[in-house]
């Protein structure tokens, strides 16, 4: 362990460093898997002209001390992620810095809060995040409904998205986390959703306000309004898929779901028969719905069949 960070200086990434930034991420989380950034790091990097994120490497001469990068996710809301601090510069303050420079650039870009997700099961990030000003905001996890063409449930589910956003704003899904849903502007980012969302993921099908109330796989993304008896009962939306290795190498085809709410358990199965239908018309082999962190929320999804991750994810919000 050395003694202290002298001469350690904090400077934008490049696409030079990808051996530094392997040499000490790829030992990380091996019993978890490993970490994903050795994989992505040339996508993941920004070009230089780019003002929506900045990755922020600690450079200490003969090695990457650490990295993390800061995304702008809409005009007044930052995201942060991929926090790494090599372990032969831990506890030198570097995870502080590293943080010190993204709130900076995101002040600078317009940001007036800032966000982070931790892994539940990585304490160290936790207390790095708490001792940077950040405050515990939301938890959620995935449910996975399987495709399935011929999914059926006992409510119907059209593509409103005015009576999806209606739903959203009155569902204790929405006060759990916050008003926050996946982002489209970034993997693994979180911020506000706000209606006009809900009429973008509409907005390929139908009339202008992008209803037609047919869900439509041909579509970049879509909405999911669950309706009885008049009343709506359950909302969510698809905003990406993409291609993914498992774990023996081989691709698989994701569909991606940016919230989950819904009022019942009957909700909950007509919900995800609505998922899984338009999961198994994108040729997808697996999805990820994110849903609410509550034993209530949690339940339902196992309940009405869906596989459950191990796991939740925390999020972290701080005033900048």
Excluded at 156 to 165: F, G, L, M, R
Excluded at 279 to 295: K, M, Y
Excluded at 301 to 308: F, T, V
Aim: aromatic content about 10%; charged content about 30%.
């Amino acid at each position: 362990m050395i003694a202290m960070s002298v001469g350690i200086h904090i400077r934008r990434a490049t696409h030079d460093d990808y051996e530094g930034v392997k040499a000490f991420t790829e030992k990380i989380w091996a019993d978890r898997g490993g970490d994903y950034i050795p994989a992505v790091y040339h996508d993941w990097l920004e070009d230089e002209d780019d003002d929506h994120k900045k990755t922020f490497l600690a450079d200490a001469g003969d090695d990457v001390a650490g990295i993390v990068q800061a995304v702008m996710v809409s005009p007044d809301e930052a995201w942060f992620q991929g926090m790494r601090v090599n372990p032969d510069y831990q506890r030198q303050g570097l995870s502080g810095r590293l943080n010190d420079a993204c709130f900076e650039w995101a002040r600078e870009q317009g940001a007036t809060v800032g966000r982070v997700m931790v892994f539940s099961w990585n304490a160290a990030s936790l207390g790095a995040a708490r001792k940077s000003g950040l405050e515990p905001a939301t938890e959620f996890r995935f449910a996975h409904p399987k495709p399935d063409p011929d999914a059926s449930g006992p409510d119907t589910v059209t593509n409103d998205p005015s009576a999806a956003w209606r739903y959203w704003t009155h569902s204790d899904a929405r006060e759990h986390l916050n008003g926050l849903g996946y982002a489209p502007e970034e993997t693994w980012a979180m911020r506000e959703l706000t209606r006009q969302d809900f009429l973008d993921f509409a907005s390929d099908s139908g009339d202008g306000n992008g209803t037609n109330d047919v869900i439509n796989a041909d579509d970049d993304t879509e909405v999911f309004a669950v309706e009885r008896n008049g009343k709506y009962v359950g909302a969510s939306y698809r905003l990406r898929t993409y291609e993914r290795e498992n774990d023996d190498g081989e691709s698989e085809a994701w569909a991606e779901y940016g919230v989950g709410a819904w009022e019942d358990v009957e909700a909950t199965r007509s919900l995800f028969a609505a998922i899984s239908r338009d999961a198994a018309a994108l040729g997808a082999d697996r999805t990820r719905v994110l849903i609410p962190e509550t034993a209530a929320v949690v339940s339902d999804a196992s309940y009405a069949g869906a596989k459950i991750s191990e796991e939740p994810d925390f999020v972290l919000s701080g005033a900048l």
